[in-house]
């Protein structure tokens, strides 16, 4: 957390919701730019190391983001969990670290395509020496704190050393990069994009989402959700008319309401409420 996009009362809503939901909830920490008063008392304020609280990184690319995996700021030997501060939580995120059973393993939102992460992309990678690899998103991540080189320590290495490889410049391009041998996608019934969730550029696959049961039942798995893209921010969300159809910049639409998206868009207008009354008060 940084600058003042995000009020206080958003940390405490999603912490809120995340204790709601997961009962072996150990620790919550909040890396932020300053000690922030309005914060709860239980969530742990930890300032960015001296090496990422440069300028440059809080720019274009968030290269500050890859300060969630320096071990000075987690808890001690333990799988974790990361959140953007723009992510509902709807059920266990237990579910999710479960997913790190080695200190090496890194997960993080798969690309949205058909190959995604997998044994393809590892041997493309290791092949062209990394100049070719899968990007993820890092909206919502798992991790274990005891990694024995972390993405934090190699993007600093690389840093200065002077690497101006073009994996460098943006978090996600870089956490990819750097754990390209390990990584693996979250599974999709465990946490999705809005915009992925919801959106698809064929009217096809926007039918088969609102008849398939499969898809049903994959959506009321979900535990996360989370609203990359400043179209779909909880103020924006909430000025939606039902059945409004929606979009994003790459091409995919879709159409607000119950019938297209189900239990979750009730769900996400709760959220989206919540959110915005605690950031009047």
Not at 12 to 19: A, D, F, G, I
Not at 32 to 61: C, K, N, V, W, Y
Not at 90 to 119: C, E, H, Q, W, Y
Request: overall charge positive.
């Amino acid at each position: 957390m940084w600058g003042d996009a995000y009020p206080d009362a958003s940390v405490n809503t999603l912490v809120e919701s995340v204790r709601r939901h997961s009962p072996r909830l150990s620790h919550v920490v909040l890396l932020t730019d300053r000690q922030r008063s309005l914060i709860d008392a239980d969530i742990q304020q930890m300032p960015f190391p001296a090496f990422f609280d440069r300028p440059e990184f809080f720019g274009h690319g968030y290269r500050v983001k890859l300060a969630v995996f320096a071990r000075s700021v987690l808890p001690l030997d333990t799988p974790c969990v990361y959140l953007d501060l723009d992510t509902m939580v709807t059920g266990d995120l237990g579910g999710i670290a479960a997913l790190v059973k080695r200190p090496s393993d890194v997960f993080m939102l798969p690309p949205g395509n058909l190959i995604s992460f997998g044994l393809l992309r590892r041997v493309a990678f290791r092949l062209t020496r990394g100049k070719r690899f899968a990007t993820g998103n890092s909206s919502v991540m798992a991790y274990h704190s005891a990694a024995r080189t972390s993405v934090a320590d190699l993007f600093e290495r690389h840093y200065l050393s002077g690497d101006v490889g073009p994996y460098m410049g943006i978090d996600d391009t870089f956490i990819s990069w750097a754990a390209q041998p390990v990584l693996r996608g979250i599974p999709t019934s465990l946490a999705v994009t809005f915009r992925r969730e919801f959106l698809a550029r064929s009217r096809v696959v926007l039918w088969y989402q609102k008849y398939s049961p499969i898809r049903r039942n994959h959506r009321s798995n979900v535990v996360a959700i989370t609203f990359n893209g400043t179209r779909y921010k909880p103020e924006e969300l909430l000025k939606l008319k039902t059945g409004e159809r929606i979009s994003d910049a790459r091409g995919r639409f879709g159409y607000w309401s119950d019938e297209q998206m189900g239990p979750l868009r009730e769900q996400i207008l709760t959220y989206c409420r919540l959110v915005v009354s605690k950031k009047q008060t």
